[in-house]
């Protein structure tokens, strides 16, 4: 029985390594019951199929039982079930211990219910489903690249990290982010003080009663009132003074970047800072922007940006290196084409006054106010930054026109006898118009 067990398996062996034993193999082939004929089976993990034999075998084995399981349902008909993703060999004996067939099998992932699956998460999207190996490969255009993120974890719960994404993303993926920077810096300051000066009969002495300086020297803002009898003179010196003052920020940047792209803009200039080993770095200041969009959706956008707004502040003086007033901020939005969001906004008020006065003189009542100096000081400061992102697409060269295109240089005449400094634009009208309309880009 031995000897018999070792002549079946040296004529197994004989049979893989001949290819004309290969070839008879796959002419007998094996009858899959709905009715095709191949040498070759593809059952999906976790699923079975009967297969039947054309002739009746003795004898059947399966080279690897990790993968595919078998059970023989009669003298015919095989049971295969799929365990686990890869490849293997099936082996049938006939009675006379002749070898009848040698099948590949492949066990590939279940994907009739990835797709159905898929189907009900993201319906439209045409995501074409192929099996390569034991993992999955998605393709196809997708309208968003979140529909791709979805559709790759939808896939890895059925094939693990075996999962190859092949899928493009469709539309604009070119995005125009729209800020509008505007500040308004509003201050005002009032001060009113006066002065008391007494002359005696003598003429030599003089009473300083005043709360500015003692000396009733005029200044900006000051009036001198004289008035007295006999040998007594009084003057009295009273200084008011008002300012007012208003400061507007606006910047209004148009930057374009590919969806992933980081973009930035700066609108200011740097200044040099000298450090303490000698070396020098420049610093930037004016309007500052750093975003990166992600189109995540057919016309949804994800904003990563970061806005600063910056200018030199001439009160703080460190070792002859003005300080800076910064105003900056940094968030993450998602919105539509077309939509506006207000990301910052800031309103600051800062108020402060004083008095002084003459003890006791100042508590007089009306006389009282001449011995008393009083100023106050208000700064408000309103900063607002709207942003605005757009899908574009880029246009032909003929149809951009810039704000250079309306000017020339004037004549010797225009210029000295007429006193134009721009001559006439030869598209018709004098100046720079500026640019009308969307320019560089078309909005979707």
Known sequence: MKFDKLIKASLLGLALTLPTVTQVSAQSGLSVLRGSVSSNITVATNRAIVVQSDLPFAEISVANPGIADIATLSESTIYVLGKA??????????????????????????????????????????????????????????????????????????????????????????????VRFAEMQRSTSKALSSSVGITGLSGGSTIDTGTVDGSLGFSQGSALFKFGGGGLAVDVLIQALESKGMVRTLAEPNVVAISGQQASFLAGGEIPISGLDGSTEFKPYGVNLIFTPTVIDDNHISLNLTTEVSALDKSVLVNGIMGFKTRNTTTTVEMRDGQSFAIAGLLQDDFADAVEQVPWLSDIPILGALFRSTDFARRQSELVIIITPHLVKPVSGEALSMPTDRMRVPTEEELFLLGTIEGTSSLGGSGSQGVQGSYGYVLE
């Not at 189907?119 to 968003?144: F, H, K, N, Q, W």
């Open 85 to 178: 993703p890869g490849r293997t060999t099936l082996t049938l004996f006939g009675v006379d211990g002749n070898l009848i067939a040698n099948v590949d099998v492949r066990v590939v992932p279940d994907i009739a219910e990835f797709k159905e699956r898929l189907a009900e998460i993201l319906p439209g999207e045409p995501i074409e489903v192929r099996t390569a190996g034991s993992g999955i490969v998605l393709s196809g255009t997708v309208s968003g690249a979140r529909k791709v993120a979805r559709a790759m974890e939808l896939a890895s719960r059925y094939a693990g990290d075996q999962v190859t994404n092949l899928m493009m993303v469709g539309g604009s993926q070119q995005v125009m982010l729209k």
